[in-house]
């Protein structure tokens, strides 16, 4: 009986000990997981959006401790435009792409409006030199379940709600082409003299791009695609403006010369059946922008016609170098953000004129011809007729007995800059 009695009171203590467990487990487990999920996460992985690979998500805390190792090759005005929490994205986004991680998981407690991505995104694009313009992503909302381990004897799932995006240019095999065209790019650098100025410098590695780099639009056709635009410029020699802009920025980089891009473009949305959103950004053109000797101006490298084919004084760069917002295409995207150029470095404009039928328009030329030495002149005009812009060159080539040469092309707020040059210096440009 007594032996009964002892078993019978050992079944009762667990049973009772093991309802308590339960108990305990319940209001500790949930209290643990609720301070876990209260807590800021984000979230990397590849393949089909944390499916078909381990993901890895981290805390805020833990993300902090992490180094973003190329983050030092890249500009950041449009970094510093961000607010604090959307630059906690921006440093996500940077490494995953270093990291090779495709999907990337915020956290709705770091970022409530996940509209925001594609801007933080494409922020990213243009300080970085290791990102092309042109993107390939999709984002939306998410909720993921991860795994939590509870005192090491048994896990439970804890929830993680937010957004995320999955960015195609990420992929690793295009970041190995990236390293090989960094690896290039300091090669270059290596080669620049050792007692030039930070002027200089831009100038040789700008007149790089113009010899050793081809322009070709059709090398890219299919507008779907991610290609390696930053290999193309580099490795390959022949691009278009993306990879030109992306080698420029990373070389003047690496020599110690602030540079970001600008572009304009516009970004094609497509919403999917199951909610996330589509995006594909189309980029019309990208150039640099550029601070020398703590001034700031616009480059841009892909306008070959533009750039003096021998070294000159007279013309460094050529009309496209270090050049005034009065001449860029169109105004870019975030515009605000830019510090205004009033004045190029090097070639300036020298009239503002508003057409081409202005009874001054010749005598104007003429005259900033005459303070170039009847060289060369620089002109921006706010309405421009072709055939009587032809009529007027030569009516200017007759009153000053040469044979001219002229480039005009659109810029910003539909106008019209035209360069015109001595024929004799045709040595000079193509």
Known sequence: MRRFLCCLLIIVNCFCLSGCSEIIDTVWGNKFIEEIEATPHLGFSNGTLFKDSEENILTLEQFGEKTIEYSSYRGSIHYDSLSAQEQIVYRALEYAMEEGYTNILVDDLIIEDGSRLPHI?????????????????????????????????????????????TVNNFESSFWEKKMQALEKANE??????????AAQKAEELFHYLADKVT????????????????????????????GYANALSLLYNLAGINCVEKSFGSSANTETTDGPTETITDVGHTWNFVQIDNAWYNIDASEESLVPTTRSTEFHGGVLYCFDDNLQQKLPDYNEIYPPVKEGLYLKVDRHLSNVNNSDFVKQIKSAFSEHNNKWALVLVDSVNAGQLDRKIQTLANQMYLNLTYHSFSVNQNRTAIFVYNSNMNKFFK
């Open 121 to 165: 995104l494409c922020a990213l694009s243009l300080d970085s030199p290791l990102l092309e313009q042109n993107l390939r992503f999709e984002y939306g909302d998410f909720t993921s379940a991860y795994s939590v381990n509870m005192l090491n004897l048994y896990t439970r799932n804890a929830e993680f709600d937010g957004f995320y995006v």
């Open 188 to 197: 270059i650098i290596a080669t620049l003299p050792t007692d030039i100025n």
């Open 215 to 242: 322009y070709d639009l059709n090398r890219y056709p299919d507008n779907s695609a991610v290609y390696p635009y930053l290999y193309d410029t580099l490795i390959g020699g022949t691009s278009h403006c993306d």
